[in-house]
């Protein structure tokens, strides 16, 4: 008779500032989950931005999380140590055909698609805002586009989104069950994927061995995480973690996203806004207590 495993959790901040509220809650209803379901949480240093991501910030984010009372008893991942399973992520989509290189900087691409729309045309944008990447060569002329790809000119490796749609044939969709309480128990519904949405997403680029959406997907899998418990701010990103896990020959998880932490003005919090810190709040003599009440958690 075949058991059902224990879920597996993780929570996955990058050391690159000190975490705040919203890493709080997520670090939190992670380790619930675990805990209510009979399974366990683990933690994913994110730490691919070795410039930003430094030991002491990462010893400090880890007396944070003890403060809190995440689980740090069980093996740790750190993404630094893992750009080899990258590039066998990225090596088997170029082997499929689905990879080319993009040499447009962002000024480049803001540049052409303010013209496009002063022109009246609406350029396409992802679900987070930012327009489509229009392709090299609408936007250079062929001895510009030369010039870059035999030079030493800044580029991004790409997934052309069309060739990796046109590869997979078939409707798309995830998982998504309830974030918190007794939603936690509730069976999964099937959320229809539109990873054409978000256009030729980045894969690495030239100084950088990953981005967010290939490593997510690799270290995923590399844990056994059964549930992803995350904000829904990447609500919409799951599209496109369903393409790679489908052309990749990765596991399905479950996805489960919580609601947000927002400051006073309504807006989610963040390390690049200043948000207020989890140490700052603690060397201001906040308690655990204090910080349970803001984030709308029961002790």
């Given at each position: 008779?075949?058991?059902?495993?224990?879920?597996?959790?993780?929570?996955?901040?990058?050391?690159?500032?000190?975490?705040?509220?919203?890493?709080?809650?997520?670090?939190?209803?992670?380790?619930?989950?675990?805990?209510?379901?009979?399974?366990?949480?683990?933690?994913?240093?994110?730490?691919?931005?070795?410039?930003?991501?430094?030991?002491v910030l990462e010893q400090e984010m880890l007396e944070d999380l003890e403060w809190l009372g995440y689980p740090l008893d069980t093996p740790v991942l750190r993404q630094s140590e893992r750009f080899e399973a990258y590039q066998t992520a990225l090596g088997k989509l170029e082997a499929?055909?689905?990879?080319?290189?993009?040499?447009?900087?962002?000024?480049?691409?803001?540049?052409?698609?303010?013209?496009?729309?002063?022109?009246?045309?609406?350029?396409?944008?992802?679900?987070?805002?930012?327009?489509?990447?229009?392709?090299?060569?609408?936007?250079?002329?062929?001895?510009?586009?030369?010039?870059?790809?035999?030079?030493?000119?800044?580029?991004?490796?790409?997934?052309?989104?069309?060739?990796?749609?046109?590869?997979?044939?078939?409707?798309?969709?995830?998982?998504?069950?309830?974030?918190?309480?007794?939603?936690?128990?509730?069976?999964?519904?099937?959320?229809?994927?539109?990873?054409?949405?978000?256009?030729?997403?980045?894969?690495?680029?030239?100084?950088?061995?990953?981005?967010?959406?290939?490593?997510?997907?690799?270290?995923?899998?590399?844990?056994?995480?059964?549930?992803?418990?995350?904000?829904?701010?990447?609500?919409?990103?799951?599209?496109?973690?369903?393409?790679?896990?489908?052309?990749?020959?990765?596991?399905?998880?479950?996805?489960?996203?919580?609601?947000?932490?927002?400051?006073?003005?309504?807006?989610?919090?963040?390390?690049?806004?200043?948000?207020?810190?989890?140490?700052?709040?603690?060397?201001?003599?906040?308690?655990?207590?204090?910080?349970?009440?803001?984030?709308?958690?029961?002790?």
């Amino acid at each position: 008779m075949s058991t059902q495993p224990s879920p597996i959790f993780r929570f996955a901040p990058s050391p690159n500032g000190h975490l705040h509220l919203g890493h709080a809650l997520s670090a939190l209803l992670n380790a619930r989950a675990a805990e209510l379901l009979g399974g366990k949480a683990l933690l994913r240093i994110e730490n691919i931005d070795l410039a930003r991501c430094t030991p002491v910030l990462e010893q400090e984010m880890l007396e944070d999380l003890e403060w809190l009372g995440y689980p740090l008893d069980t093996p740790v991942l750190r993404q630094s140590e893992r750009f080899e399973a990258y590039q066998t992520a990225l090596g088997k989509l170029e082997a499929l055909g689905l990879v080319y290189r993009a040499t447009l900087t962002r000024a480049e691409i803001k540049r052409f698609v303010e013209e496009q729309e002063v022109l009246g045309q609406r350029w396409p944008r992802d679900p987070d805002g930012a327009p489509l990447y229009p392709g090299d060569r609408i936007v250079l002329s062929e001895d510009e586009l030369n010039a870059r790809l035999i030079g030493d000119a800044p580029y991004a490796l790409r997934l052309n989104m069309k060739a990796a749609l046109e590869q997979v044939n078939q409707p798309l969709s995830w998982q998504e069950a309830g974030p918190e309480g007794p939603s936690l128990t509730e069976t999964p519904t099937p959320i229809a994927a539109s990873p054409e949405d978000w256009g030729d997403i980045i894969l690495t680029r030239k100084d950088t061995p990953t981005s967010y959406h290939l490593s997510v997907v690799v270290d995923d899998a590399a844990q056994g995480i059964t549930d992803v418990l995350r904000g829904t701010d990447l609500y919409q990103a799951t599209s496109v973690h369903r393409l790679l896990q489908v052309l990749l020959d990765l596991p399905e998880p479950v996805y489960r996203h919580h609601r947000l932490v927002l400051d006073e003005d309504g807006q989610k919090l963040s390390k690049s806004s200043q948000s207020t810190s989890l140490r700052a709040l603690r060397h201001a003599g906040w308690t655990r207590a204090a910080v349970l009440e803001r984030i709308g958690l029961e002790r």
